[in-house]
């Protein structure tokens, strides 16, 4: 199975940096994302790394290390409307050609003025 | 514009009464997914289908059923609802193989109540 950990929650201020955490244990790792939930709202995709280092696109950039087990989601020049739940979500191989998500429970981040 | 299509987006129901959760993606997608996501619990996979008539559980499938007759369409069955079943649920599809840098397009979501 899988093992999938986060913060619950974080807070941070409108113009900074902040970056949450993820640290996963699984066999036959196949890629890690992450997704931005809005409250009430389906998840969108924001990033997707597979091989070490880090991906920017824009104001985030996501970073992973397999060998650690270990990713986080950095979020540039906050905005308020950057408030929303983050999940972690780790794919990997299963039996009979299936790639597997599971996801984490979710960081809940609040932008504050 | 390719989307999953989930209806109804609200439902409100009684216990026991059988209910359906209709789920269509365009996107001539072959993997697809049922979750529910609860406070605290995060998204956690109900069912699962690789293809037309391929399905198998996931991590929560008790209580509920699923079908894949044709490849756009993935509708969640729930023949007995219980309360324990109040949740929000996604569908969600998937190209299968590499790469599938998006993974998951997801529906607009079920918020369902059963009284």
């Known amino acids: 199975g899988q093992n999938i950990d986060q913060p619950t929650e974080m807070t941070a201020t409108e113009g900074a940096i902040v970056q949450i955490n993820c640290t996963y244990q699984?066999?036959?790792?196949?890629?890690l994302f992450w997704y931005q939930q809005h409250a009430g709202e389906a998840p969108t995709f924001l990033s997707y790394?597979?091989?070490?280092g880090l991906e920017e696109k824009g104001r985030f950039s996501s970073f992973l290390s397999r060998s650690k087990g270990y990713s986080y989601l950095l979020l540039k020049e906050l905005q308020m409307k950057d408030s929303a739940s983050y999940l972690c979500?780790?794919?990997?191989?299963?039996?009979?050609?299936?790639?597997?998500?599971?996801f984490g429970t979710g960081t809940k981040l609040q932008v504050i003025p | 514009e390719a989307q999953v299509t989930q209806n109804p987006r609200y439902l409100i129901t009684v216990t026991g009464k059988k209910l359906t959760v209709t789920c269509s993606q365009n996107?001539?997608?072959?993997?697809m997914s049922w979750y529910r996501q609860d406070p605290g619990l995060g998204l956690r996979q109900i069912y699962y289908?690789?293809?037309?008539?391929?399905?198998d559980k996931g991590d929560v499938p008790e209580g509920y059923k699923v079908s894949r007759k044709e490849k756009r369409n993935f509708p969640l069955i729930l023949e007995s609802p219980s309360p324990n079943q109040t949740s929000l649920y996604f569908c969600?599809?998937?190209?299968?193989?590499?790469?599938?840098?998006?993974?998951?397009?997801f529906g607009s979501g079920t918020r369902l109540t059963v009284v």
């Open positions: 969600a599809s998937s190209p299968k193989g590499q790469p599938t840098f998006y993974g998951y397009t």
């Open positions: 699984t066999s036959g790792f196949n890629g």
């Open positions: 790394n597979v091989l070490d």
């Open positions: 979500a780790v794919r990997d191989n299963r039996s009979g050609g299936y790639q597997k998500v599971t």
């Open positions: 996107m001539n997608h072959e993997y």
């Open positions: 289908s690789m293809n037309v008539e391929v399905t």
